[in-house]
């Protein structure tokens, strides 16, 4: 069994978002991580998600496809990859809020992605999770292949909480 556990969060209107968090959670699975992918719910009243039949669509197979983060889940994990479509990030910004009354999130890394690596999309998660006392690591997808990007970001924030927990057991251990 893996030593890090990676969740998955993301919030996807039309699949763009929720191929960036399936790809980020390749990538931890490729870095030997346990993950858990999560889809958090839509602010958006029905009536407006129904006047869009492409969100709808979209909606009603993702229900399907995946649960809402659970309270447990960030408290399983070590990492917190959080994708949000770059039009808006306000389901994302509430989850990380509410992240601090499920218990101590310090030593957790975040791990924002939005498409497109919209800093506007990204500067409230980045600032939300930091308040939450996570870690923020901050993806640099500047590639033509945002998925093979995210893939490689996967990696990276595994390899980045595989060493954390290593230095926490060999200060535990030594001091």
Known sequence: MSDVNVLVVFYSRYGTAEQLGLAAGVGAIQARANIRLRRVADLADPKTIEATPAW????????????VPRPADPVWADVI?????ADTCAE???????L??????AGKLAAPLAAASDES?????YAAAACAGMIVAPAQIDS????TA????GRRVTAMARALKAVR?????GG
């Open 56 to 67: 709808q669509e979209n909606l009603d197979r993702m229900n399907r496809d995946y649960v």
């Open 144 to 147: 033509a292949d945002p998925i």
């Open 81 to 85: 990859v959080l994708a949000t479509p």
């Open 150 to 153: 995210a893939r490689e970001y």
């Open 121 to 125: 999309a990204l500067r409230p998660i």
């Open 92 to 98: 994302i910004e509430g989850y990380c809020s509410s």
């Open 100 to 105: 601090r009354s499920l218990g101590t999130m």
């Open 169 to 173: 057991v060999q200060s535990s251990v």
